[in-house]
């Protein structure tokens, strides 16, 4: 991958907050819903998560800084060495010196240190050999995907859907306990590699709600009720992640009385669901003639509700 600081177009020495900025612009620009038939568009914002997710990395952006590893988050050429056509010794990054073994040179790597360590035949096991054991050829990159997930799909585990940087799309089931930060693997959904494919790592996003919020696997909602329903009591229409149930109101209820639905919540990694934390706000009607004048004649206008508190 190109180098990840030019991918989102910021100076080396970017701050988090500068980083942030160019990936939410590159990626709202370059999002696969909005580019649906424009599949160099889909590649460019994978180049632009990846970017993203090693520059945001604090230990991966120093050591790309340090050139241990590329804009793949791979390891750099061991001791220097690189495989450039031609062979030969040649200056490397920072003023030091790297040797380049291309497919012409005789001796090559095996040669140049197979006399350090005794001699010997080539295709030996190792250094007693007097030459390096064959490695294994190496895997396809890893492929990083951001995938943003509403906080009701999030809880019921609804599939979702996601592009790959091929253009291809696949159907996910997401995890119980899924969070924002929560990683699924998707093997041989990488780069392709000598070694085979590398794998699609995504991360999940979840999404807040406009009236739901998340507390642990438990969801919370803040449920605007009528004085008559406050008073009197009775069963008024509550919205859930997986749709609207009947929720009954005790008589005399006050605002701030929280009310359990039972198994409304999220799914647990462990099993089970949380619940749905009902919490009832009072919402009384402003310029009400008649209630004014209830109250005014009401004979427990004059109670005290903070006695309790010594005031």
Same mark, same amino acid.
């Given at each position: ?6 991918? #989102? ?15 939410? &612009? ?18 460019? !914002? ?6 993203? =997710?090693? #520059? ?13 590893? =590329? ?7 061991? !001791? ?6 031609? $062979?030969? *010794? ?12 291309? =497919? ?24 007693? $050999?007097? +030459? *390096? ?6 895997? $396809? ?16 585990? +609804? ?9 291809? &799309?696949?159907? #996910? ?10 990683? %699924? ?25 406009? !009236?739901? &919020?998340?507390?642990? =696997? ?7 009720? +009528? #004085? ?45 669901? $949380? ?5 009832? %706000? ?24 903070? +006695?309790?508190?010594?005031?």
């Amino acid at each position: 991958m190109a180098d990840p600081y030019a991918t #989102l177009g910021v100076a080396r020495d970017a701050s988090e907050a500068d980083i942030k900025k160019a990936y939410r &612009t590159l990626a709202k620009e370059l999002h696969p819903d909005r580019n649906k038939d424009n599949p160099k568009a889909a590649e460019r !914002f994978s180049q632009v998560t990846q970017a993203y =997710d090693l #520059l945001t990395d604090k230990d991966k952006r120093a050591r790309f800084d340090r050139g241990e590893i =590329d804009g793949d988050g791979n390891p750099s050429a061991p !001791f220097g060495f690189g495989g450039g056509p031609g $062979g030969g *010794f040649r200056p490397g990054a920072g003023g030091r010196s790297q040797f380049d073994f291309g =497919d012409g040179d005789a001796g090559g790597f095996e040669d140049l240190f197979g006399g350090l360590f005794g001699g010997g035949q080539r295709g030996g096991g190792g250094f007693g $050999g007097g +030459s *390096f054991g064959r490695r294994q050829a190496p895997k $396809g990159a890893n492929v990083p995907y951001r995938l943003s997930v509403s906080l009701t799909d999030a809880a019921t585990l +609804s599939p979702q859907r996601i592009m790959l940087r091929d253009g291809k &799309t696949i159907d #996910l089931k997401l995890p119980a306990g899924v969070e924002s930060g929560t990683q %699924m693997r998707l093997a041989g959904k990488g780069d392709p590699g000598a070694g085979g494919p590398g794998d699609a790592i995504v991360t999940i996003e979840v999404q807040p709600h406009r !009236f739901f &919020t998340r507390d642990g =696997d438990d969801i919370r909602l803040d449920l605007p009720i +009528s #004085l008559a329903e406050a008073v009197l009591g009775g069963e008024v229409r509550v919205p859930t992640v997986e749709g609207a149930v009947m929720l009954k109101v005790p008589r005399g209820s006050t605002s701030g009385k929280v009310l359990r639905l039972k198994g409304r919540g999220f799914h647990k990694k462990g099993g089970g669901r $949380g619940d749905q934390l009902v919490t009832l %706000m009072v919402d009384l009607p402003v310029g009400d003639d008649a209630l004014v004048e209830f109250v005014q004649g009401w004979p427990g206008r004059d109670q005290d509700p903070r +006695s309790k508190l010594g005031l």
